[in-house]
């Protein structure tokens, strides 16, 4: 049974302490069917763009890269970022858009590849109002070499099959094999939050871009809580408009 709770976006160093599980049954998530039965179709898709273009390198389309990614060799390509849908990059992968357009709480997707011998650090996530998934493309070995840990517990990727888990919590992965990673990572909204993809999404953008500004204009940090709320609450209001807009507009 699903556990419901409230929507809860982190900003400035808070953290995530409710009651969801590290990790979810996929089978609870029927909408996701749709990447099950066309993973080998996204993968090969993926690895013949590669052989066209090049290798995928870098952290791509992405405001600023949190300190925990720095020098980290992970590569992603931005498809969906909270809503905001990356266009340019979409066109460029047209079965898996079409594959994400059949998933209507889906609001972040990103093709991930993790380079042999490369950890991501643990680190924490911005809301429970999304539960993520790991659609897994080319997985070069199983636990312990390859995996994800969230919190005290330990999962492996297959290739086909889909872990999910509790973004919000402290979570970390690594690749210690001497061939690339690929998964699809997806976020979706689920229907126990008992809220709209807009709400959770405007949410977060303003949550997230309070702590961009708070980063790069450091007098922020002076300001009481309840000034910061209200700087987030007028960002979010800001992203409740642009989102659909931009959804629409190729060029925004």
């Avoid at 996530?125 to 969230?150: A, E, S």
């Avoid at 871009?209 to 002076?222: A, D, G, V």
Wanted: glycine fraction near 6%.
């Amino acid at each position: 049974m699903l556990i419901k709770e409230k929507l809860v976006v982190m900003k400035r160093n808070e953290r995530y302490t409710g009651n969801f599980p590290p990790f979810f049954d996929p089978s609870l998530f029927p909408e996701l069917k749709p990447l099950k039965d066309n993973w080998k179709a996204i993968r090969d898709e993926i690895l013949q763009y590669e052989q066209k273009n090049g290798e995928i390198k870098g952290l791509d389309s992405n405001p600023y890269v949190a300190p925990q990614y720095k020098g980290v060799n992970w590569s992603n390509i931005f498809l969906l970022n909270f809503s905001i849908k990356h266009h340019n990059n979409l066109k460029k992968f047209p079965t898996l858009t079409s594959v994400l357009n059949q998933i209507p709480n889906c609001t972040f997707a990103i093709i991930s590849i993790l380079s042999p011998h490369t950890v991501i650090k643990p680190h924490y996530g911005d809301t429970n109002g999304i539960i993520r998934g790991h659609l897994g493309l080319v997985i070069p070995d199983k636990l312990p070499t390859c995996g994800i840990q969230v919190k005290n517990e330990t999962r492996g990727w297959e290739e086909g099959e889909i872990v999910l888990f509790t973004e919000a919590f402290y979570h970390g992965s690594w690749n210690n094999s001497s061939k690339k990673r690929y998964v699809l990572l997806v976020d979706i909204v689920p229907k126990f939050m008992e809220k709209s993809i807009e709400t959770v999404c405007s949410k977060l953008l303003g949550a997230q871009s309070y702590n961009y500004l708070e980063k790069r204009f450091p007098i922020l940090e002076k300001i009481s809580d309840r000034a910061s709320n209200v700087i987030a609450a007028i960002l979010t209001v800001g992203w409740r408009f642009y989102l659909p807009i931009q959804r629409r507009i190729k060029f925004l």
